[in-house]
């Protein structure tokens, strides 16, 4: 029997074949080319059959969220930057169309890998996806897949979102893979499939085991490769104790989120796209305690027009039927940056010009999304928030600017709701210390635990070296929580917490004692976390 470890992402257990997914040949020989036009047009056939494809999967994919995923893709195929590029690289190097896609491709990868939000670090994903699709139509490589009939263990080196959503779902036990990412497609997947994912094993993940007995611990992240009698027994334990789980976290599914004493703690979720916004309703969500717009800005690779922005904010207001729905205005900047807004270089850009720091440097960024969020408020409960506030003076010039675009709509004749709450992000000891001042200011608050503790403690949360001073439940950190609290209190203002603190369960009675009103988290924790929350006294 042979044991490797990895990154748990999706719990639960499995035994079954392993069955290494065969990716097609992605691969392209530097050519050097003459006849320029003829690269683009090459190109531009390629961009047109890989829509059609994109469409046709789309139509046949089994799951709403698949779906999604690909029209995601075929968004950023329609990219004006990106298609820019790839032709720019054409015309300067000289090369042929699939050397071109794979050099912008990279360039983008990095841009995605280097943002501080661990959601849109794996869309680099996305976009080799991407490139990979159009190299194999320029190139005339051979489509990969899964070979078998039966519900195996599916092995990979990494899937690509793609490879992910084409799979047979009925066929997939359990995901494992060599590199990815718990914000992997494959991961997510696993969320909605309920299926137990185990990422960053390694290299001695070995092709070679295919078609070998294998178990899965989703659990605590380990690959049993020919498992003995005693691990499949622990196995068959865990597989039944899951199972029963799953059945009594479903008695939770519709519940009000109450302590046992009555005290009333709402669970809303976390979300980027609308395949967050699907599962945040399948699992019960209260409302929208944080919608990143950024997504928006990133994904539409420009300025996302007002239209655009409208669209989006009512869909999301109309799901949520009525459930009050945070959108935090667009935290971009620096390390998060889109090409388009030409961010100068930062040497420290979590220090740099983020958040609102940059929308005052830019207001017309605000001006429009504001002008949006309030043409969609009338669809349903709207609250915002606005991130990387540090003192009261941008606490009034913010609402100064809220109610310039009230008067501006107003005078316009177009529909609004002019009571639209107005809240303050949390999520720097500055903010914190001088909640008491903010709060009169904030009409609520949402404390951004992950930039808190990154903030109060230095510690970058994305550097491997100084992981071990990462402390979420540093002293510090507590207080500056408590004091939050405390200001939202005597101010009678509600105070929420969205950061990864909210789902962990031995912070749940914590925030209870602080009188937190609402704890935020990704959709797959909604129901755990209602569990925790009705079990205390």
């Known amino acids: 029997m042979l044991v490797l470890h990895g990154h748990a992402v999706c719990g639960g257990a499995a035994v079954g074949k392993l069955r290494f997914y065969r990716h097609g040949k992605v691969s392209a020989q530097l050519r050097h080319i003459e006849n320029e036009e003829q690269e683009i047009s090459r190109l531009h056939s390629a961009l047109v059959r890989a829509e059609k494809e994109l469409d046709e999967l789309s139509k046949n994919a089994e799951l709403e969220q698949a779906a999604e995923i690909l029209e995601l893709h075929r968004m950023m195929l329609e990219d004006e930057d990106f298609r ?3 032709e720019n690289c054409i015309h300067e190097k000289k090369i042929a169309a699939e050397n071109a896609v794979l050099e912008v491709a990279k360039s983008f990868e990095a841009m995605f890998a280097a943002m501080d939000d661990e959601y849109m670090q794996a869309r680099d994903a996305d976009v080799k996806d991407i490139a990979a699709r159009l190299v194999r139509i320029l190139t005339g490589a051979v489509i990969g897949g899964l070979d078998t009939s039966v519900p195996v263990i599916v092995a990979a080196d990494d899937l690509a979102p793609s490879e992910t959503v084409q799979m047979e779902k009925s066929q997939i036990l359990a995901f494992v893979t060599m590199f990815g990412s718990p914000n992997s497609h494959a991961a997510i997947l696993s969320g909605i499939l309920g299926v137990p994912a185990v990422v960053q094993i390694g290299t001695e993940l070995l092709p070679e085991f295919d078609g070998r007995t294998a178990a899965v611990d989703g659990d605590n992240g380990t690959l049993y490769i020919d498992p003995d009698e005693e691990i499949l027994a622990m196995i068959h334990k865990k597989q039944a104790s899951s199972l029963k789980a799953r059945q009594e976290l479903e008695n939770f599914r519709g519940r009000e989120s109450c302590t046992r004493s009555g ?23 209260e409302g929208i305690g944080l919608f990143r717009s950024e997504f928006l800005y990133l994904e539409d690779g420009q300025h996302p027009q007002e239209e655009r922005q409208v ?15 945070v959108v935090r205005t667009v935290d971009l900047g620096a390390d998060k940056g889109a090409g388009w807004l030409n961010l100068p270089h930062e040497e420290n850009p979590a220090l740099g010009c983020r958040g609102i720091r940059l929308c005052f440097a830019r207001p017309e960024l605000l001006r429009v999304q504001l002008r949006a969020l309030y043409r969609a408020s009338v669809e349903g409960n709207l609250a915002i928030l606005f991130p990387m506030v540090t003192s009261s003076e941008e606490a009034v010039r913010l609402r100064e600017m809220a109610a310039q675009v009230r008067d501006e709509l107003k005078a316009e004749g177009i529909p609004i709701c002019e009571d ?4 303050v992000m949390i999520e720097t000891p500055a903010a914190a210390l001088i909640s008491a001042s903010l709060a009169k200011e904030a009409d609520f608050f949402s404390i951004g ?14 550097n491997s070296h100084v992981e071990q001073y990462w402390d979420p439940y540093h002293p510090a950190v507590r207080e500056l929580i408590r004091l939050t609290a405390h200001a939202a209190q005597q101010a009678g203002i509600p105070a929420a917490v969205c950061g990864e603190l909210a789902a962990d369960p031995t912070m749940t009675a914590f925030f209870a004692q602080l009188g937190i009103h609402e704890l935020s988290v990704s959709p797959p924790q909604i129901l755990p976390l209602r569990r925790q929350i009705c079990l205390l006294p």
Not at 311 to 325: D, N, P, S, W
Not at 420 to 423: R, W, Y
Not at 452 to 462: E, F, G, H, N
Request: net charge positive; aromatic share 4%.
């Open 84 to 86: 820019t590029a790839i």
């Open 263 to 285: 005290k009333k703690i709402r669970v809303c979720a976390n979300i980027s796209t609308i395949e967050d916004l699907k599962a945040a309703v399948r699992d019960g969500a």
């Open 311 to 325: 669209q989006v904010y009512r869909r999301i207001l109309r799901e949520m039927g009525g459930k009050r729905t």
């Open 420 to 423: 639209v709450p107005l809240g």
């Open 449 to 462: 635990t992950n930039d808190l503790i990154q903030y109060t403690l230095a510690v970058d949360r994305q």
